[in-house]
């Protein structure tokens, strides 16, 4: 068991994320799709993989190993919801950050010729691994991916209402159960080490995921020990829900592409986890001006907020607009 000591400053200073990011969670999926995780809302999803699999994807099995911790893939990747922007993240890690992060690993013994370049910056290791990454990516987690993050930024909107009416204290009561245990000051984490960490003012981004074990886990930053660490909590949900999110299009059905068209209904849901209006841009593939006009028709339907943050113009799913993503992740 680990134990998360907070202060009076960790508990003022705690925050939501909404994402651990792409390559994390494909990371995450190729683990739960190789290991031992008996959760049923998870058998579509593993029924629609069979055999999809190739060789490309062998390189993640060292960063999985039998034993010990597996890699923090958002430590060397970043949070990014794009696998590009991901890739190019852990393309450009320094070798200080691969040691960090690496070096602690109990990589099986087969593995170890290749893990050992890895931790060393070998510039073609990077590559395979890169390649891995997209492979599993475009089978495991880009076919469910938009809908995957409408569950997680309802699950981050249940969150942040907990927190608003009862405070950082009641957010973690509310997730106490079989993987943490809020004994005020102290967060209980069920692990299988056991130490003490304590946050020393830092405070701590609660997060949800989607592919990650059943266990809550801690990321930190090995290079920047003034960082929050990051406390990835697996997204709950009712069965029915979870399912949903594996289930092909219904024949018919209106998409909310028919309803708002096509590239709001792309903005509204790059919207759920918050981006800028140079993100939104990016991810619609269009000029500032007309992301910044789509995120005005969106605002004025109160689909979205915004904000202005220092030089950056923020936009954010509200409630009304998460209640419409969700409502397509249950009836699409």
Not at 15 to 38: C, H, M, N
Not at 112 to 127: I, Q, S
Not at 217 to 240: F, K, N, Y
Not at 270 to 295: I, K, P, Q, W
Request: some cysteine; aromatic content about 4%; charged content about 25%.
């Amino acid at each position: 068991m680990k134990r998360i000591h907070f202060t009076a400053e960790d508990i003022a200073r705690t925050r939501l994320g909404p994402t651990i990011g792409v390559a994390a969670e494909t990371l995450d999926s190729f683990k739960l799709l190789k290991g031992q995780d008996t959760r049923r809302a998870f058998d579509p999803w593993r029924a629609s993989l069979t055999h999809r699999l190739d060789d490309r994807v062998a390189p993640l099995a060292a960063l999985v190993p039998v034993r010990g911790p597996v890699v923090d893939m958002s430590g060397l990747a970043g949070d990014s919801t794009s696998i590009d922007e991901a890739v190019e993240n852990l393309l450009a890690a320094p070798r200080a950050l691969l040691r960090a992060e690496l070096g602690h690993i109990a990589f099986d013994r087969a593995h170890l010729p290749w893990a050992r370049l890895l931790v060393e910056g070998d510039r073609e290791t990077r590559l395979q691994l890169a390649g891995a990454l997209r492979a599993c990516h475009g089978v495991t987690v880009a076919p469910y991916w938009q809908r995957v993050r409408t569950h997680l930024a309802a699950t981050r909107s249940g969150y942040a209402r907990t927190l608003s009416e009862g405070g950082v204290e009641r957010l973690l009561a509310a997730l106490s159960g079989p993987m943490l245990n809020w004994r005020p000051p102290v967060l209980e984490m069920s692990n299988p080490g056991d130490g003490d960490i304590h946050l020393d003012g830092r405070g701590i981004v609660i997060t949800p995921t989607m592919f990650s074990s059943s266990r809550a886990e801690l990321l930190m930053a090995p290079l920047d020990p003034g960082r929050a660490p990051v406390l990835a909590v697996p997204a709950a949900g009712d069965a029915e829900t979870l399912r949903a999110l594996w289930e092909a299009d219904a024949d018919g059905a209106p998409s909310l592409g028919d309803l708002l068209g096509r590239t709001r209904a792309e903005a509204l849901e790059a919207t759920a986890d918050g981006c800028s209006t140079l993100e939104l841009a990016r991810r619609l593939n269009v000029s500032a001006a007309a992301a910044s006009y789509h995120a005005k028709v969106l605002r004025n339907a109160r689909l979205i907020t915004t904000r202005r943050e220092g030089k950056a113009v923020l936009h954010a799913a509200t409630s009304l607009g998460i209640a419409l993503l969700e409502s397509h992740v249950r009836h699409d």
